[in-house]
C-alpha cells in the first residue's frame, strides 16, 4: 500500500509539473528538456556500466543538448542547412562523424561497438525528447498546446485501460519475453479507453473526425505499447530491473517516460502526414 501511494504521488505531482511547463512554453520545457536528457543520459550509461559497456560519455551529453536546443521554434524556423533538411539532421549527422573520429584518433577496445551504444543513446534519449519541442509548437503555439495534450491524455488512458481490461479479462500474453505482465486483452482495454479518450477531446475542440480520432487512438496506443515494450527489452538486455531511482515507486527517467517518447513522436508524424497535409 505504501509503494502505491508513493507512485500515485509522483504521478500526479510529475503530471501536474509536466503540465505547467508545456503550458508555459519553450523557454520553460527547454531546461526541463535538457535536465531529463542529461538524466537519461545518466540512468543509460549507468545500465551500460553494469554490463561493461563504454560509450562516448561527454559527447553524448553534448550532442543530446544540442538535438534539443535544435527542435527549439527559434531554430527550426530558420532557414535549413541544405534543402529539405533540418538542423537536427545537421546535429545528427555531425555526432555520427564526431563518434567515428574520435575512434580513429583514439581507438580503444571495441570501438565499433562504442560508436553503436553512443549513437543508439543518442537516437533512444535527445533526438525523441525534441519531439517534445516540436508537437507543442504544431502548427502554432496555440494549436500546439492542445495537440500535445492528445498523447498525454491518450497514453495515460491506455494505461489506465489496459491495466483493468488486463486485471480482469487478461488470459493471452502480448509479449511474454520482453514483459510478461501485459495481455492482448489489456492492450485492447487501453486501445478502447484511449480512443474514447480522444474523441471526446477531438470533438470538444473541433480538430479531427471520428474516423481520424480512432486512427490516432489506434496509432498512439501502438507506440505506447512500443515504448513500454523498447525499455522492457533494453533493460532485459542490460539485466537491469529498473533504469534508475530517481522516482519514488517508478524508477528513472526512463521508466517513466518511456511510452511518452514513442506517443509523442508518433502524434507529431500524424499530424503532419494527415492533418496539416489536407
Known amino acids: 500500500m505504501e509503494t502505491l501511494s508513493t507512485r500515485v504521488l509522483t504521478s500526479v505531482v510529475g503530471f501536474m509539473l509536466l503540465s505547467a511547463v508545456v503550458w508555459i512554453g519553450w523557454w520553460a520545457m527547454l531546461p526541463a ?55 537536427r539532421e545537421a546535429v545528427l549527422t555531425i555526432a555520427v562523424g564526431s563518434f567515428l573520429v574520435l575512434e580513429v584518433i583514439r581507438p580503444g577496445e571495441r570501438p565499433l561497438e562504442r560508436v553503436v551504444y553512443s549513437l543508439f543513446g543518442l537516437l533512444y534519449i535527445p533526438w525523441l525528447l525534441g519531439y517534445f519541442l516540436l508537437l507543442r509548437y504544431s502548427p502554432d503555439s496555440e494549436l500546439g498546446l492542445i495537440y500535445f495534450a492528445l498523447p498525454l491524455l491518450a497514453t495515460f488512458a491506455a494505461d489506465i485501460g489496459g491495466f483493468f481490461a488486463g486485471y480482469f479479462f487478461g488470459r493471452r500474453k502480448l ?39 480512432f486512427l490516432y487512438a489506434v496509432l498512439v496506443a501502438s507506440a505506447s505499447q512500443l515504448g513500454d ?13 529498473d533504469s534508475g531511482t530517481s522516482l519514488p ?25 494527415s492533418v496539416f497535409t489536407r
Open 33 to 87: 528538456l535538457i535536465f531529463v536528457t542529461v538524466m537519461g543520459v545518466h540512468e543509460y550509461v549507468r545500465m551500460l556500466d553494469r554490463n561493461d559497456i563504454d560509450v562516448r560519455r561527454l559527447s553524448l551529453v553534448v550532442f543530446g543538448v544540442a538535438l534539443i536546443a535544435a527542435s527549439l521554434p527559434l531554430v527550426t524556423e530558420l532557414p535549413p542547412p541544405w534543402p529539405g533538411g533540418s538542423w
Open 175 to 213: 509479449a511474454p519475453e520482453v514483459s510478461p505482465g501485459k495481455t492482448i486483452e489489456g492492450a485492447v482495454g487501453g486501445l478502447a479507453f484511449s480512443f474514447l479518450i480522444v474523441l471526446g477531446v477531438s470533438q470538444f475542440a473541433g480538430i479531427w473526425t471520428p474516423l481520424e480520432a
Open 229 to 241: 515494450l523498447s525499455e522492457s527489452l533494453i533493460k532485459r538486455a542490460l539485466r537491469t530491473k
Open 249 to 273: 515507486g517508478h524508477g528513472g527517467f526512463l521508466d517513466r517516460l518511456d511510452s511518452l517518447m514513442f506517443a509523442v513522436p508518433a502524434t507529431y508524424l500524424f499530424l503532419n502526414i
